[in-house]
């Protein structure tokens, strides 16, 4: 009986999704709603969200017509023949149905909106010294080489680096479809334990450096008055103070009203400074509301640290014995250099599907 109730169930979800997504499209051909970029952005965004679950439906429905036409066989045929390949069908059938309603239970999970959006990740070492900054120089690279992988392009928009090489922080945007809601899982604090380069002992040290990701607010998100910013101009700088370039292409810029201060010096144009900077502005801004959303939701699941509490140790890099240990879900890999070139897939699609177990007890209850 339960069995026959979840499928109802689906399929009311599913059926209401199917007419959602039917409505969206005939919006999307109103010349009213295409002469509205804004809206037709977002109807575009909701429609191509919404195919996949619709796809899956349609799906559902045939598996579910065959199977019944399989089960009335079964029960009316007489021929042992015809019977026997009923039934191999039924077999083959119901697994399959299984599968699908897995599938399909996820998709129909709430997405976070944000998802999709490119992400903004800052790096900053921590206790450690010179090592935390070394340290933070190796992150950046895991995830630059990762990002690499991905098709993905990376823009640094600013950085302080370290005494003994690395960064001592560093701020960079990362544009792909769906960045955020892959690399959210990275924010927190990031420890290290190994013999450190500066280190004549050969004693081990620990060391940390947290990383915080964000996703990149668009103009629809937030609205920014040029009344209320203060932009300051000055030469870039490079290590140790040296000048870079004789022109005033660097860009700070100060928000008035939270005090919020974005500097830019990565690219030779102010321009391009300060398009970036503005990007970065938007985007702190949209994280003091977004911080509100992320407190609700860890308090329900462990798997998201991208919360306000950035102080929680997230992931232990062991060099001694090559190992990395995810705290969030007790996951200890020994590929600790696969790891530190860019392969972080495997942890990531384990820390999705602990996420999507959590909210699928949400959703479901189950």
């Not at 370039?245 to 700070?252: C, F, P």
């Not at 860019?342 to 999507?356: S, T, V």
Request: negative net charge; contains cysteine.
């Amino acid at each position: 009986m339960h069995k026959n109730l979840r499928v109802v169930e689906i399929l009311d979800k599913l059926e209401v999704i199917k007419n959602r997504w039917e409505e969206i499209g005939e919006q999307m051909n109103d010349p009213e709603v295409m002469s509205d970029v804004k809206r037709f952005v977002k109807l575009n965004k909701d429609y191509k969200e919404l195919e996949p679950v619709v796809n899956a439906y349609k799906e559902y429905k045939t598996l579910l017509s065959n199977i019944d036409e399989a089960k009335e066989l079964l029960e009316t045929e007489k021929d042992p023949e015809y019977r026997e390949m009923a039934k191999e069908e039924l077999e083959e059938l119901l697994p399959k149905k299984e599968k699908l309603e897995e599938e399909i239970r996820i998709l129909l999970i709430p997405k976070d909106p944000q998802d999709s959006k490119n992400a903004v990740m800052e790096i900053r070492a921590g206790t450690g010294g010179d090592e935390a900054s070394i340290f933070a120089g190796d992150l950046f690279r895991m995830y630059q080489k990762f990002c690499e992988r991905k098709n993905w392009k990376v823009e640094v928009v600013e950085m302080n680096e370290g005494t003994a090489g690395g960064f001592k922080e560093i701020v960079f945007n990362v544009i792909g479809d769906g960045a955020y809601g892959i690399l959210k899982f990275e924010s927190g604090v990031h420890r290290v334990q190994r013999v450190p380069k500066t280190e004549t002992q050969g004693r081990i040290h620990t060391s940390a450096a947290s990383v915080v990701v964000l996703p990149e607010a668009d103009e629809f998100d937030v609205e920014l008055h040029e009344k209320d910013i203060r932009k300051d101009t000055y030469c870039s700088s490079g290590p140790g103070g040296q000048s870079v370039n004789t022109t005033y292409s660097a860009v700070r810029l100060t928000h008035i009203p939270t005090g919020i201060v974005v500097t830019c010096q990565d690219e030779k144009s102010q321009i391009k400074n300060l398009a970036k900077a503005m990007k970065v502005l938007r985007t702190r801004l949209y994280e003091q509301e977004y911080n509100k959303y992320l407190e609700e939701v860890s308090s329900k699941r462990k798997t998201m640290v991208s919360t306000g509490d950035r102080s929680a140790k997230i992931r232990t890099y062991n060099w001694p014995q090559g190992r990395v240990t995810d705290h969030r879900i007790n996951l200890t890999l020994y590929n600790l250099q696969s790891i530190i070139d860019g392969d972080l897939q495997e942890l990531i699609e384990k820390l999705q599907m602990a996420e999507n177990a959590e909210r699928l007890k949400e959703e479901f209850g189950e």
